[in-house]
């Protein structure tokens, strides 16, 4: 630090860039690492002065290169780095795809994951538009607005690591059990005033059953499954709260036709929009389901009953010698 704290000097990478060398000496007393490490851990060729040439074509080179050292301590991280979106793109060439310095830093490391808008400033340096986006969504707002610790951040749907790519139909078909984490929390959801039915009615219902009749491997409809993202949005979920209800129906509409397409104004009313059937809302739907629950039971307990009956008779009531 006594050389290198606002050091004016600069090291020469080999495309020409000059890098100053300066450190900032406040970051680096709060950052994570000290105290635990020193500067030669992680700059491993460096161990007398004059330092020996660094060896980069360009400034990504050499923070790929760095990068790299993390992984001695962490290895742990590590693997699970390797098996993301990310570390795929990387081994194919792709050098904009982030390395554990462009996420956590290097001589400025923070508690990861604090506070939660910090990660997705982070994702927002490579990932703008999908940033701006949340921003504007009923989380972003939340979260951006009163730091609100129940609404999810990048990584809550993503995680960290093992960043999966979610633009596959297995992805989007599962992406429903991301939204069930707080959307069935009953208590969670009671704060905002909200329906913690959301999740078990669309299971119920045509859609979320034939999303769950795949996942247990018996084969999918040809059309795209619908899933919350299909009607919600993924980045930009609006909320319901403040829009009337004829905005709301036609979106809805809109939306259906999307997949079901040139059916007739009216056709969102085929779905229940989250709500179990009751007697008041969809009395017909009620009924009929009543009805069935009533009705296949009693015809169950006749057939058995039938079938002792006759098992009665010949036992006890058969005079002997008849088989
Ligand atoms: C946790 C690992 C780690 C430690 C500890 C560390 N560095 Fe670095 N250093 C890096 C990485 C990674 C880079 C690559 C550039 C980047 O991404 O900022 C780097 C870059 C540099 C550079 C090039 C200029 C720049 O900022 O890019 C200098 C100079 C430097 N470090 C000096 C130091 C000194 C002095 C210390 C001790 C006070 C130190 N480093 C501690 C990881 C580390
Ligand atoms: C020489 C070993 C070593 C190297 C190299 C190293 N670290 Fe660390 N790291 C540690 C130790 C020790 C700690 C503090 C103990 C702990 O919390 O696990 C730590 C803590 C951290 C934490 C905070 C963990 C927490 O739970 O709060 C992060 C993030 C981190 N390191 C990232 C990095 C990155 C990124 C690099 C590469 C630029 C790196 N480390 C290189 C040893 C190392
Ligand atoms: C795409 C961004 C990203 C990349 C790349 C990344 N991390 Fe992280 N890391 C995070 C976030 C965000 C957290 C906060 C905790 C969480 O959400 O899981 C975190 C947490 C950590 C922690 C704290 C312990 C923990 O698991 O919570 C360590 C240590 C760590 N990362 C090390 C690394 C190392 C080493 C690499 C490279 C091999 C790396 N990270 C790559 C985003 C990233
Ligand atoms: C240093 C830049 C960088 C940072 C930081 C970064 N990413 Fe990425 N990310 C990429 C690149 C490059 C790709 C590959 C894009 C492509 O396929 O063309 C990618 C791909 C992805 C994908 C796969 C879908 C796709 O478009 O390929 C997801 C999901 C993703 N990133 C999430 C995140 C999250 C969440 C964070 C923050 C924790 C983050 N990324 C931070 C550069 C970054
Ligand atoms: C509420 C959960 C949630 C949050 C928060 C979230 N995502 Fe996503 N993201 C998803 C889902 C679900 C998909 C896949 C949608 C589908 O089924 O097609 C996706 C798709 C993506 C994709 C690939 C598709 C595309 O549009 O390129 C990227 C990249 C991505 N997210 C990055 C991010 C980043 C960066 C953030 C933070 C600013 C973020 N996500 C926040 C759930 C989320
Ligand atoms: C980490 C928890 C969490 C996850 C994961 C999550 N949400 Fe949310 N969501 C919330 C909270 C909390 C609110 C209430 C925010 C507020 O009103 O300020 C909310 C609000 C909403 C609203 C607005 C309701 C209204 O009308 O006001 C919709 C719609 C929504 N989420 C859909 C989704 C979908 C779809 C997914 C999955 C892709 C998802 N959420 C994932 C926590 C979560
Ligand atoms: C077929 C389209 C569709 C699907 C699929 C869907 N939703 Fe909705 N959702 C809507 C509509 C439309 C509304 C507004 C309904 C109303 O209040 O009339 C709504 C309302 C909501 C609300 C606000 C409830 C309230 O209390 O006001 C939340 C939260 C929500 N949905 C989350 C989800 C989640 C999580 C999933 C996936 C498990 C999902 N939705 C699947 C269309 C859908
Ligand atoms: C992402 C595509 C998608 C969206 C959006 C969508 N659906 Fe569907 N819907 C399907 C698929 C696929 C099926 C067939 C499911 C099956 O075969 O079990 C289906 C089946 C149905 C059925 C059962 C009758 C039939 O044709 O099989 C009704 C009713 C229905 N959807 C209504 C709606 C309504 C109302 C909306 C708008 C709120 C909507 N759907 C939005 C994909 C979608």
Known sequence: MDCHSDSEDSLELGDGTEVSVSISEEHWKKNVHAGEIGCTDCHTAISDYPHPDVEAKDLRDYQINRAETCKRCHYAHFTRVADSIHYKQFEEGNRNAPTCVDCHGAHDIAVPGEPRMAVDERCAQCHA???????????????????????????????????????????????YQICAKCHSDADR??????????????LDD???????????????????????????????????????????????????????????????????????????????????????????????LGLVLHILMHLWRFRFRRPGGHR
């Not at 701006?132 to 979260?143: I, P, Q």
């Not at 959801?189 to 669309?202: A, I, S």
């Open 129 to 175: 538009e999908i940033s701006d986006a949340y921003r504007r969504s009923v989380h972003g707002k939340a979260l951006l607005e009163s730091n609100n610790p129940d609404v999810p951040v990048c990584t809550d749907c993503h995680g960290s690591h093992q960043i999966k790519d979610p633009r596959n139909a297995d992805f989007h078909a599962a992406s």
């Open 206 to 300: 045509f859609h979320g059953a034939s999303n769950a009749l795949y996942a247990e491997g018996l084969g999918r409809p040809d059309k795209k499954l619908a899933t919350c993202t299909s009607c919600h949005g993924i980045h930009d979920i609006p909320s319901f709260k403040e829009a009337d209800k004829s905005v709301v129906r036609a979106r809805v509409l809109k939306t259906c036709r999307e997949c079901h397409e040139e059916v007739p104004d009216g056709f969102q009313d085929a779905w229940l929009s989250h709500y179990p059937p009751t007697l008041s809302e969809a009395p017909l739907v009620w009924l009929v389901k009543w009805f069935y629950r009533v009705v296949i039971p009693l015809i169950m």
């Open 189 to 202: 959801m009671e704060r905002y005033g909200l329906n913690p039915d959301v999740v078990d009615t669309y």
